[in-house]
């Protein structure tokens, strides 16, 4: 079984909580702690912020090239939940130059949690991410890399987007704080679940042409906006949508009320290769989901929420009928853990309850402890002109959040470059704040930079000094901490050892009544039946018995995930 829980990760937790504390005390008794040394940093920062285009590219650079020198002590993630499997079988699938997969002829072994078996064999999410691993297993072996790539573009955006908001040394300030925060330990670099990255990665593509267009209505901004749209589009289009209509709406009022805006017929001279990628990515989102779903209106989700799901996504909306379910691990996963949550939200205690979790979820993942105490200013941010409109958006994410029967972190990663600039306002705030007429402020900003970088020490040692993280990736207190620790090897040396041997493999997979179904097995290649190793699930003798017969040619495994150590058997004689 997979090891690990928020019990265990407490006490990371617990250290950055201790030095965030600790810093604070620091600040107030002793202000001036370290100001030379703090200044001579800070005059670098300055000057190179000043070279806005080698900041960015110095931010991207550093996502990239801090995350593969950790590469020692942080490998390369393994698979772990479902989402994972569901989004590598999407950029496996595109790797091999196919949109989807035929349904296979013994299917109903091969049912999993977030995968479409009918009409065609495929993920049941949006292609964004998938399409990101795929050009990482294609470009360079691996589809990790492709999210690496994309996190540094992230990280550069985010810079980029902060220069049109804020200083340009507080904007390559937030992009550094990104790579520390976001792009070397978080689950969106960690794991291959959620698109956290290219989700963001296309919100700081919108946020940060709009004043630039505001400015000047040039045809490169409203390319790189258009460019940001398509990546919301294949990763999180609800939450897009809930971030682009604002946007929109500002560009017209700017339009209509700047006496300097161009005539009609320039605009829509600079418009047209914004307007063109915005066609293109419709088209080809269209022409995907037609392949997968069977209809260029079917969306990706719906066809698996049809299949399997009770309960809805918003609040509002009422459970529909328990469908027939084969495997009783997906109809606990749907029926027992989703139900839990759907029902908390629809009393109205749990309600009251949960929407402010919700809201601590989001704030644990962007600030953790280290980046709280500057929110104390966000009174102050509230009064600024500058930054009403991404108050505006802070609120319409918030507003995502609580009709939404579900929540994980990197459903508002749309909106990351908005939490960024408002925390970094409210931070601009903090440095300037005295107490008795000491920089106490100041001092505060600084320590808790040092308490970000100080919290690398533990994190890479943390097997070491028995602090592991917790299994899952969007488990409470444990995003931003997350890692591939020892999650996922347990399948992973089994899958090995399988597939040394002579010969193709089927593996029959058998979970005793308590199983987790976040700990799945069932998971496989686009093209079931030419994989070295098939892993199907255990439905009884007798439907077994056609399963082995199909695959006569193939040696035949029992595995046992539940048992002490995983148990890899023969199949019995069913033949």
């Avoid at 978080?186 to 990665?201: E, M, R, V």
């Avoid at 919108?206 to 990763?235: C, D, F, H, N």
């Avoid at 000491?438 to 930079?449: I, K, S, T, Y």
Wanted: some cysteine; charged content about 15%; proline content about 7%.
């Amino acid at each position: 079984m997979i090891t690990g829980g928020s019990g265990d990760h407490l006490s990371l937790i617990a250290v950055e909580a201790s030095l965030t504390l600790c810093s604070i005390a620091i600040a107030f008794a002793w202000p001036g702690l370290g100001q030379r040394q703090f200044l001579a940093v800070e005059r670098t920062i300055r000057a190179l912020a000043g070279r806005k285009a080698l900041a960015i590219i110095i931010v991207g650079a550093s996502a990239i090239g801090l995350r593969l020198a950790l590469l020692p002590w942080n490998p390369i993630p393994l698979p772990v939940i479902p989402d994972d499997f569901s989004f590598l079988l999407a950029g496996n699938t595109f790797a091999s130059g196919r949109l989807t997969n035929p349904t296979p002829e013994m299917w109903i072994h091969f049912e999993s949690i977030f995968i479409d078996i009918k009409p065609t064999y495929m993920s049941m999410y949006f292609p964004g991410e998938g399409l990101v691993l795929a050009a990482g297993k294609v470009l360079f072996g691996h589809p990790w890399f492709g999210l690496l790539l994309v996190n540094g573009l992230m990280c550069a955006a985010l810079c980029w987007m902060l220069q049109a908001w804020l200083p340009p040394c507080w904007a390559l300030f937030g992009g550094l704080i990104a790579v520390l925060r976001i792009s070397l330990f978080s689950y969106w670099i960690n794991s291959y679940t959620g698109g956290g990255a290219i989700a963001a990665l296309g919100g700081a593509l919108v946020l940060g042409a709009l004043p630039r267009l505001e400015k000047s209505w040039l045809w490169k901004q409203g390319l790189l906006m258009a460019i940001g749209m398509v990546l919301l589009a294949y990763t999180r289009p609800f939450e897009g949508v809930l971030l682009c209509v604002p946007v929109l709406i500002a560009m017209i009022w700017r339009y209509k009320t700047d006496r300097d805006s161009p005539n009609l017929a320039r605009l829509a001279q600079n418009a047209l290769p914004g307007l063109m990628v915005l066609l293109i990515g419709a088209i080809w989102l269209g022409y995907y989901d037609y392949r997968a779903y069977g209809s260029p209106f079917t969306l990706p989700y719906s066809v698996n929420r049809a299949a399997y799901a009770v309960d809805p996504y918003f609040v509002w909306q009422t459970p529909r009928a328990e469908p027939v379910y084969r495997h009783e691990m997906i109809r606990k996963f749907y029926v027992s853990d989703e139900q839990d949550i759907y029902r908390k939200l629809h009393s109205l205690p749990g309600f009251l309850i949960g929407t402010p979790d919700k809201i601590l979820i989001l704030i644990e993942f962007f600030a953790g402890f280290a980046l709280i105490p500057p929110l104390c200013m966000m009174r102050r941010v509230i009064l600024d002109r500058r930054v009403r409109f991404l108050l505006l958006l802070l609120l319409i994410s918030f507003t995502g959040i609580v009709i939404q029967t579900f929540f994980v972190q990197h459903y508002v990663a749309p909106f990351t470059a908005v939490y960024y600039a408002l925390g970094l306002q409210a931070t601009r705030h903090l440095w300037i704040w005295k107490a008795g007429g000491q920089d106490v402020g100041r001092a505060m900003v600084r320590l808790l930079v040092c308490v970000c970088l100080l919290m690398v020490v533990p994190r890479l040692l943390n097997r070491l000094l028995g602090m592991p993280v917790p299994a899952y990736p969007t488990e409470k207190w444990a995003c931003w901490w997350y890692g591939p620790d020892w999650h996922g090897t347990e399948r992973a040396a089994v899958a090995a050892e399988l597939s040394r041997l002579p010969g193709n493999q089927l593996a029959i997979v058998r979970y005793a009544p308590g199983h987790d179904p976040l700990n799945e097995w069932v998971y496989n290649e686009p093209n079931i039946d030419t994989s070295k190793v098939i892993w199907a699930r255990d439905m009884g003798v007798a439907l077994d018995r056609d399963l082995v017969r199909h695959y006569s040619a193939r040696s035949v495994w029992l595995v046992q995930p539940d048992t002490a150590p995983v148990s890899v058997t023969p199949y019995p004689a069913v033949r």
